[in-house]
């Protein structure tokens, strides 16, 4: 069965100290994966998109890494404003666009 | 301009109830999904149709019926409102290729007393 497990599920940063969060994949024929970012009370906020092994993307303070069994989203000094849910999803073979998320990081930078 | 825009925002109502969630995209694009959202925020897809044409149809009760009378529109109805379809409910849109890139509204939050 497709899976997505991102870890680890919370996450405590003091404002400029960077971190990683984690996102494995067990998803056949993974054709890309996204990030994206949820903040309270709002819909998810598309990040990134990967679409093979090697691949980076930049957006000022993330970066989002791709292996072939995980993707790593890279938090470099992170701000207050960075504070949200960071969800990963896969998107299988299939052309209907079906994605298959995990259950988040939730990420929050204390001043 | 709201790309994808949902209403209700806020829906409380009763068991038993019948209630309807409306979906509207102003990006153009061709496909357009329902998601819910637990609890513990898991994100799971429930329907997508393209086009007006119902491509994905998860394992969900028949007590909710999905509609789509243009490709700009999608319309979520629930029959016979139970405790556990309390969530919050997503719509989606994503254009035409190979990229899928979904965009999401800002939900609708389900109670059902």
């Known amino acids: 069965e497709d899976q997505v497990t991102q870890s680890p599920e919370a996450l405590r940063l003091q404002e400029g100290e960077s971190s990683s969060l984690n996102c494995s994949y067990t998803?056949?024929?993974?054709?890309?994966l996204f990030w994206y970012r949820q903040d309270p009370g709002k819909g998810p906020e598309f990040l990134f998109t990967?679409?093979?092994a090697g691949e980076e993307k930049e957006k000022e303070r993330l970066k989002a890494t791709l292996t072939k069994k995980e993707s790593f989203l890279h938090i470099t000094a992170p701000k207050p404003e960075d504070s949200a849910t960071y969800l990963c999803?896969?998107?299988?073979?299939?052309?209907?666009?079906?994605?298959?998320f995990g259950q988040g990081t939730t990420l929050q930078v204390k001043p | 301009d709201t790309a994808v825009s949902q209403t209700p925002k806020y829906l409380v109502t009763q068991m038993g109830n019948d209630k309807s969630i409306k979906c509207e995209q102003n990006l153009g694009h061709d496909t357009m999904y329902w998601y819910k959202q637990d609890s513990k925020k898991f994100l799971k897809i429930m329907f997508s149709y393209n086009n007006k044409e119902l491509i994905i149809n998860e394992t969900v009760p028949n007590r909710f019926s999905p509609k789509s009378p243009d490709k700009a529109h999608l319309n979520l109805h629930i029959n016979s409102l139970e405790l556990g379809d309390s969530a919050v409910y997503f719509c989606a849109s994503s254009g035409r290729g190979a990229s899928y890139e979904q965009y999401f509204g800002p939900g609708t939050r389900l109670t059902v007393t």
């Open positions: 999803a896969g998107l299988g073979p299939s052309n209907t666009g079906k994605l298959i």
């Open positions: 998803v056949s024929g993974l054709r890309g």
């Open positions: 990967l679409y093979s």
